[in-house]
C-alpha cells in the first residue's frame, strides 16, 4: 500500500475525512515526526491497532520495479512524464527525492525493448499518478526526515534498500546546493546548467541526434502537476 491507501484505510476506520488526516500527517511531518510515527500515532489517538496502517518498503520497490518491467515504451513514456514534472515549478511538482529514487530502481530495469502491450493515455495517466505514489512514499520511510527536510537513512529502513536511501540523501544534499547529477552520463554540473535534467555535452548530443519530425512539442503528454495535464483541467488535482 501506499500513503495515500493507508491515510485514506485510517481515515475510514477513525470516522474522519482523508483531508482531516493528511492534515495532521503534514503537520506533524513538519515538527519532525517521521511517516510511520505520525500514522502510529493518529491510530492510538482513536484507539485503533497502528500496525493496521503499517508501509512496507520492500513492497512498495517490487511494486515499482513490476511496473517498469511490464513495457519498455509505457516506462519510456512514465519516465518522460515525471522528467517533465520534477522540473516544473509548480507548487505540485515532482519531489525531487522521489524522483532519484525512481531513478535508482530504473537503472536496474533491463533495456529489453520489448513491447507486449499498446498503452492508451488514460493507461499512462494512471501508472505515472501510481508511480508518484509510490516513490512519495518510498523516500518517506527509508529516509528520516526532520522539521528541516531530509536527514539521513531512517533508522529501520532494510539492509537491502539502505544503499538506495544512501543515494537519495547525498544527491538529494547535492541538489540542495544546486549540482545536479546528468541522467544521461552521471557528471555533475550546477543545476542552472541543465537543460531537461541533462548536463550541456548531453543535451546538445541528443539534440543533434533528434529528426527534425520530433522537435515539435506533443500536448497530449505535457503533464505540469500530479493528476492534471496540460491539455485539459478535467482530471483530479492532489488532495490538498
Not at 39 to 58: H, R
Not at 73 to 80: F, K, N, P, R
Not at 125 to 136: A, G, Q, S
Not at 219 to 226: Q, S, T
Request: glycine residues 4%; aromatic residues 4%.
Amino acid at each position: 500500500m501506499t500513503a495515500r491507501d493507508v491515510l485514506q484505510k485510517l481515515a475510514d476506520d477513525a470516522g474522519v475525512s482523508y483531508r482531516d488526516v493528511a492534515k495532521r500527517i503534514n503537520q506533524a511531518m513538519a515538527t519532525g515526526d517521521g511517516l510511520k510515527r505520525a500514522i502510529e500515532n493518529i491510530a492510538k489517538e482513536n484507539a485503533l491497532v497502528s500496525s493496521k496502517y503499517s508501509l512496507n518498503s520492500q513492497a512498495i520497490v517490487k511494486a515499482i520495479d513490476k511496473i517498469l518491467r511490464e513495457d519498455y515504451t509505457q516506462t519510456l513514456m512514465i519516465s518522460a512524464v515525471l522528467a517533465q514534472m520534477v522540473e516544473s515549478t509548480e507548487k505540485d511538482r515532482f519531489p525531487v527525492p522521489a524522483f532519484f529514487a525512481f531513478l535508482e530502481i530504473l537503472s536496474d530495469v533491463p533495456d529489453s525493448r520489448r513491447d507486449i502491450k499498446s498503452e492508451t493515455s488514460h493507461e499512462i495517466e494512471d501508472l505515472t499518478t501510481r508511480m508518484i505514489e509510490l516513490t512519495t512514499t518510498l523516500v518517506s520511510i527509508v529516509c528520516e526526515w526532520s522539521a528541516g527536510g531530509m536527514m539521513g537513512v531512517a533508522a529501520d529502513c532494510p539492509v537491502e534498500l539502505r544503499g538506495m536511501a544512501r543515494s537519495v540523501f547525498r544527491k538529494t544534499r547535492m541538489f540542495q546546493s544546486g549540482l545536479w547529477t546528468c541522467i544521461s552520463c552521471g557528471k555533475i554540473v550546477e543545476v542552472r546548467e541543465t537543460h531537461a535534467l541533462l548536463c550541456p555535452e548531453c543535451d546538445r548530443n541528443i539534440s543533434s541526434e533528434r529528426p527534425p519530425s520530433s522537435t515539435a512539442p506533443s500536448r497530449a503528454m505535457d503533464r505540469v502537476g500530479y493528476g492534471r495535464t496540460e491539455k485539459t483541467d478535467s482530471a483530479d488535482g492532489p488532495i490538498q
